[in-house]
């Protein structure tokens, strides 16, 4: 067996990666570490009830128009459309509203909005197409 020397467990070298990333925190890594696990459950939560309650309210305007798309690869559409609506109402509005503050924290350019907007907007109308 090859003899590598007396290198430090996993554990210990868990615990430098943790204390090299939040260097220069000093006692506040603790509460910087905690809030970003806190904004991760965020946007988790966000993700899931907010993107559920967007299909249901997708597929209730198909349904008026008559149009089924459950069980079908417009569903899928619908489903990866609600995903830029998302991350555009994070970046823009619920981002600066988190436990986790950065001075980074910017919003969409105009732009970037609008290409990603329209983008949703697009497959969403092109979802009935797909059955």
């Given amino acids: 067996m090859l003899y590598l020397g007396n290198y430090p467990s996993r554990k210990v070298l868990s615990r430098l ?7 220069g925190y000093g ?7 905690l809030r970003v696990i806190l904004e ?13 309650i967007m299909g249901f309210i997708i597929n209730s305007i198909y349904a008026i128009f008559g ?5 079908t690869a417009g569903g899928w559409i619908v489903g990866m459309a609600i995903f830029p609506l998302l991350y555009v109402l994070y970046k823009n509005r619920l981002q600066f509203s988190g436990f986790y503050k950065n ?7 105009n732009r970037t909005t609008t290409i990603l907007l329209c983008f949703s907007v ?10």
Avoid: H
């Avoid at 006692?27 to 570490?33: D, F, P, S, Y």
């Avoid at 149009?67 to 069980?71: L, M």
């Fill in 17 to 23: 990666l943790i204390a090299a990333f939040f260097y």
């Fill in 27 to 33: 006692k506040k890594a603790g509460e910087m570490m």
């Fill in 40 to 52: 991760l459950f965020r946007i988790i939560t966000i993700i899931l009830v907010i993107g559920m």
């Fill in 67 to 71: 149009i089924t798309v459950e069980n």
């Fill in 103 to 109: 001075a980074g924290q910017v919003k969409l350019s």
């Fill in 122 to 131: 697009l497959m969403l109308t092109v979802a009935p197409l797909f059955r």
